[in-house]
């Protein structure tokens, strides 16, 4: 009986935390832009995006939203339009299962698929006359996750701008399930039932694991965090940051004195634009 309460509880657990967002609000880029659509790296499913065209000679970013985001929301407009003034081509994704791309189950699954998606687009700006070194990713969240683990399995990925990420799915997944009114008992079992359910290895989006291939690969990561990040707590940042040190892998750290999750941009944003275009001029080829 106690075997199948657990089993119960972690399906209704894993069922809550790993369904994808709302419907999107319809928030467009301004000015001229693309919406486009490319094939996740390997997978049988369309990632939809806004390619919006920078200056001629300036990288591109791809830009990738956060847990049960979309390239709609408003928060990663407002990014994505700050940057693109700075000169950079953006192509602002919706990951697979949320906004407009694919539905391929339904389900997050914190990064271990969506980094197909970013290779994907990173593929897709190769078609559009970007070489590697004039592509970078900017990630948020979960987002930033993603772009970790995306970059760790290419290596012609420079730079990673990683703001509000995470070490683990699995802990910080323990850590969300008691802010949801789950014990974090449930966690284990709750993973087991999406690999069984939909195959997402949620266990394996471990981007603090990915330090020796990143560093192998020679990526350059910009570490942002708030200092009070009541979602994603602080000691992620620190954490990562020493095992990419360790590892060899040339990273900076950049605590910010905010308590909203994901929250720099909005609390200094002329310090983060200016921080981000610093790095990745000095990270890509700018011509």
């Known amino acids: 009986m106690a075997m199948l309460l657990y089993s119960v509880v972690s399906w209704i657990g894993y069922d809550k935390l790993s369904l994808t967002g709302d419907l999107y609000a319809p928030t467009t880029p301004e000015g001229q832009y693309e919406d486009v659509s490319f094939p996740s790296r390997g997978q049988n499913y369309q990632v939809k995006a806004f390619f919006e ?18 390239r709609y929301d408003q928060h990663n407009r407002d990014k994505a339009t700050a940057f693109r003034r700075l000169g950079y081509t953006i192509l602002a994704v919706d990951l697979s299962d949320n906004g407009g791309s694919t539905i391929d189950n339904g389900r997050i699954s914190m990064g271990y698929s969506e980094r ?6 990173f593929d897709y700006l190769l078609t559009r006359g970007f070489t590697a070194d004039e592509i970078g990713l900017v990630g948020e969240s979960m987002g930033a996750a993603t772009s970790l683990l995306a970059a760790a399995l290419e290596p012609h990925i420079r730079a990673v701008w990683e703001d509000s990420g995470y070490t683990s ?3 910080v997944v323990g850590e969300q399930a008691g802010r949801n009114g789950f014990p974090a008992i449930i966690v284990p079992g709750g993973l087991i ?7 997402d290895r949620i266990d394996e989006a471990v981007p603090i694991d990915a330090a020796a291939m990143l560093a192998a690969n020679k990526t350059t990561i910009q570490i942002v965090h708030c200092e009070q990040d009541e979602t994603v707590a602080p000691h992620h940042a620190p ?4 095992a990419y040190q360790q590892a060899g892998v040339k990273v900076d750290f950049w605590l910010v004195g905010c308590h909203k999750h994901a929250g720099a941009f909005d609390f200094a944003r002329e310090d983060y634009t200016r921080r981000l275009d610093a790095f990745f001029r000095g990270n890509l080829t700018v011509n």
């Open 53 to 70: 065209a920078g200056k001629e000679g300036m990288p591109a970013l791809i830009v990738v939203h956060g847990y049960r985001g979309t």
């Open 116 to 121: 197909w998606d970013v290779l994907g687009g």
């Open 169 to 171: 799915a699995p802990v």
């Open 193 to 199: 039932i999406g690999r069984l359910r939909v195959g």
């Open 239 to 242: 954490d990562l940051f020493q």
